[in-house]
Every structure is written in structure tokens, then in C-alpha cells.
């Protein structure tokens, strides 16, 4: 391998000009809101990115992904949107004689009108059915432009949740949780031996055993730990 | 003769905390501070100590605040009763309600608040120890940590003050500058475009003056902003 040019730290070259991973063009460039990302003609926007003047700018703080032409962000903090579709869970607040008022971890309560509730209850009997406090699965039916969403109950496997604990992690792990095609998720299930169901609020449903439980409660906190010592370390 | 005579600056340009005219006090920063909050920041800069927390986007109440297109932005700054040697009144005073008023137009110039119609978000500063330029360390620092929650943004606002001593401009007045000074000009810049969002002034600066405070303001504001993206990169600065 004599002569052959090896790329090390220290014949590295700093042009801009040459081929390769280069300091401002990395995947997994970390940004910070404001900063510019190169000219905007040719390019997608995704999620976390505007264009102002004919350039990119970041808009939150996290990694810059580069899909095709799309440049979009990863943030390293994420509050929940809801999207009509989504599978949640949620706690009910609060409730009218023909409403309840749904806490899903959004910037606002989605409603569940008794239409769509579990079961048939009389106008006025609706803490009967599900009480304040309780924890249900739920699926979003419609947002609006306003961010008011309302939820329902009808639906495969959607109820009222009796068993189990519920747990939180960030939204944006989710991905890591489920791994490609849910192998990460299923490799999960079958080591805690629980019936795990996770909502797209970062909200999950355990359901199994003490020690079951608890080894996906390990695995939820060694992936919080995980991403933020990527994050601020820089391990990646 | 009064406060006019005391000497703060040296024939050599040396100030009385040994910095020259167009330095900046030590900066320190740190994120993820308030563990509960969306986003958190800890600012030390020079003897000044502030703690900016933001929680949010939610609900907006009282519902007479909600705005039907965008968000509002809840700023509160406040003065810990010990952050100063004459104890301060807790709640609050005709001051804080003036900063909180400044720094939340200061920052709606840049939270993208048309994403999230009829919330709030709430951005809490609380200033652990005053030395001279609190505003200014509040608005850096609920900035930053506004982009430590993740609430889109356009650019970071960093906030910095010039001001005279003995007929000299100097960059980052500290306490005894700022009290027996002769103006004193905050102003708040988005590094990223030189766009200004905040600007206020205290004293006299004849245009030519006034010049000079600006362009240490906007050189200052630079460098601190590298500061505050290297701490948002690597969770805080110096490292």
C-alpha cells in the first residue's frame, strides 16, 4: 500500500473543494437555530428548515439529515404534535355530560365526544364510563388548523387501560424504541415477555410481569441516557 | 464633583476589572439545568447569574390572552430577593414588568409563534445574581434555551450593553461602571442577519459615540453567539 494516499486526521485537507464527508456537509452535522445550511434552490425543505432570501435556515437544534434532495432536522427536543391517525394514550382531565377532555401530551386537550366513546352511556353518565384520571387508548380522529383534535375510541383494540403501567419517553426516540420494521421493539416484547403497545405521544402501555415491566422501563431510561450522551458528547 | 469623579479607566485604556475597552466579562454556559422544563439554560456572565426555563407550547389561560393565529409568549424576569446586597422585594415592580415587556417583543421577533395558534409559551428568568446588565444575560439565555426546547426559532437573539465612563465607550459595562457611568446602550441583535430587536438607552451618547457602542455591541454579539451555539451543540460552553 506504498504511495497510496490513506485518510487520516493529519492529511486531511481543509478545501471545500474536495470529495468526501467535509466539515459543513457532514450527515450528522449538529446546527443551531438560525444557522445557514447552503443555497436553497434545488433542495426540499423537511421538517426544521426554512428559506429565507434564497438560503436554508435551521430553525431548531439538532442533526441536519440529508434525504435525496431534502434537508431536513432531527431535534434533539420535540413537543408532540398531534396528526389525525396517530394511536395515543391518553388521561381524561376532565369531562361535560357529553364530552370528555383528553390530556395526550399535546399543546392542547383533544376532546372525545360520547359518540365515539367506548360503550353507550346516557347523556350525563359519561363518569361512569371512563372517570377522571383514567388512562385510555385512543386513536386521533381529526385536527384542525387551531390545533383542537378530537379523539376516538372506536376501533381495533382501542380501550379503556385496566392493567399495567404507562410510561413516557421524548417523541423523536420512538424511532430508536421501534427499530427498522419493529425489531427492536419485538426483540423487546419477547426478552420482557409484556405486551408493550406504544403510542405515537411518546406515551407506552406495559403490560406484564414486576420484572418484565421493569426491564422495559431499564431499556426506556438506557435510551434517554443513550441519546443524550450522543447528543452532548458527541459519541455518535 | 460627585459620582463624575471617580476613576474607572487608566490613561493605558485598562478598566477597573482589568479588561480593555472592548472586552466582554467570562462567559460560562450551561443546558438542562431545570430537569422538569421543556428547556433550560444557566448563564454565568462575569458575576452575573441567570436561569432561564421554558415550558410550552400549551394552553394559553386566562383564554383572553389566546391569540387566534399564533402564540404568546409569557415572559416573567425576575430578581431573587438575594441577588443584589439591598435585598430586593419579592414579585413583581415596576422594573421586572418593564424587562419582561422588552425581552418577550425581543424574542417574538424570532420564535416562529404562527406554528402554534392559541397556546403560550411560558419563558421564566430569574436572576440568581445581579452585577450590572441582568437584562441583557436574561434574554441570551431565554433564547437559548427556547432552542434547548426545540421551539422552532429564526436565528438567536444575543443581547450585550456598551456604555461611557469617563468620556470613554467601553463593551459590557460591570457595576460600578454601570452605576457611575454616562450612558449605557443594551441592545439585542440576531447574529445570523445583523437584524436588531432590542434597544434601549440610558444617558447621553452624542452620534459618534453612539456609533462606537454600536459596533462593539455587534462584535460582541458575535463572538457570544459562537459561545451560545457551541453550548447548544455540546450541552454547555465553556466545555
Known amino acids: ?236 | 464633583m460627585g459620582y463624575g469623579d471617580v476613576q474607572m479607566i487608566d490613561a493605558n485604556g485598562i478598566r477597573n476589572d482589568g479588561r480593555k475597552a472592548g472586552d466582554v466579562r467570562p462567559i460560562s454556559i450551561e443546558l438542562g439545568v431545570v430537569p422538569v422544563a421543556d428547556g433550560s439554560c444557566r448563564m454565568k456572565w462575569g458575576t452575573n447569574d441567570v436561569i432561564a426555563a421554558i415550558y410550552g407550547p400549551m394552553e394559553a389561560h386566562p383564554r383572553k390572552i389566546q391569540r387566534q393565529d399564533r402564540a404568546v409568549l409569557d415572559v416573567r424576569y425576575n430578581m431573587a430577593p438575594f441577588s443584589t446586597s439591598d435585598r430586593i422585594r419579592p414579585g413583581f415592580n415596576r422594573r421586572s414588568r418593564e424587562i419582561s415587556k422588552v425581552t418577550a417583543e425581543a424574542l417574538e421577533s424570532v420564535v416562529m409563534l404562527e406554528l402554534y395558534p392559541r397556546s403560550k409559551i411560558r419563558v421564566e428568568i430569574e436572576i440568581i445574581c445581579a452585577e450590572a446588565g441582568t437584562r441583557c444575560v436574561g434574554l441570551t439565555a431565554a433564547s437559548v434555551a427556547l432552542a434547548h426546547a426545540g421551539i422552532p426559532m429564526t436565528d438567536i437573539v444575543v443581547s450585550v450593553a456598551s456604555g461611557k465612563i469617563n468620556d470613554v465607550v467601553v463593551c459590557d459595562l460591570n457595576k460600578a461602571e454601570d452605576n457611575y457611568g454616562e450612558a449605557d446602550l443594551p441592545m439585542g441583535v440576531l447574529p445570523n442577519s445583523g437584524e436588531l430587536v432590542f434597544l434601549q438607552m440610558d444617558g447621553d451618547l452624542s452620534p459618534e459615540e453612539f456609533q462606537e457602542a454600536w459596533d462593539y455591541n455587534m462584535n460582541a454579539a458575535m463572538v457570544i453567539h459562537d459561545y451560545c451555539v457551541e453550548a447548544l451543540k455540546t450541552g454547555r460552553y465553556p466545555q
Open chain 1, 1 to 236: 500500500m506504498k504511495g497510496v494516499l490513506v485518510a487520516r486526521l493529519d492529511n486531511m485537507t481543509e478545501r471545500k473543494n474536495a470529495a468526501g464527508p467535509q466539515d459543513n456537509q457532514r450527515a450528522t452535522q449538529l446546527v443551531a437555530p438560525g444557522e445557514d445550511l447552503g443555497d436553497s434552490e434545488g433542495h426540499e425543505l423537511g421538517h426544521g428548515v426554512i428559506a429565507i432570501d434564497g438560503r436554508i435556515r435551521a430553525t431548531k437544534n439538532g442533526r441536519v439529515n440529508v434525504n435525496g434532495n431534502t434537508i431536513s432536522i432531527e431535534p434533539r427536543r420535540t413537543a408532540y404534535v398531534p396528526r389525525p391517525g396517530d394511536l395515543v394514550i391518553g388521561y381524561i382531565e376532565g369531562c361535560t355530560n357529553n364530552i370528555w377532555f383528553v390530556d395526550i401530551g399535546a399543546p392542547f386537550n383533544a376532546i372525545l365526544p360520547m359518540s365515539l366513546g367506548p360503550s353507550k352511556a346516557d347523556f350525563g353518565g359519561t363518569r361512569s364510563v371512563i372517570d377522571i384520571g383514567e388512562a385510555i387508548l385512543c386513536r386521533v380522529q381529526e385536527v384542525e388548523e387551531t390545533h383542537s383534535s378530537v379523539v376516538t375510541m372506536k376501533g381495533m383494540g382501542l380501550r379503556k387501560i385496566r392493567s399495567g403501567a404507562v410510561e413516557n419517553i421524548d417523541p423523536h426516540l420512538l424511532g430508536r424504541l421501534i427499530g427498522k420494521q419493529g425489531k427492536a421493539l419485538r426483540q423487546l416484547k419477547e426478552e420482557s415477555e409484556c405486551r408493550v403497545i406504544v403510542g405515537d405521544n411518546g406515551r407506552l402501555w406495559i403490560d406484564g410481569d414486576f420484572n418484565g415491566t421493569l426491564e422495559v422501563r431499564n431499556r426506556l431510561r438506557s435510551l434517554t441516557a443513550e441519546a443524550k450522551a450522543v447528543t452532548l458528547g458527541g459519541v455518535a
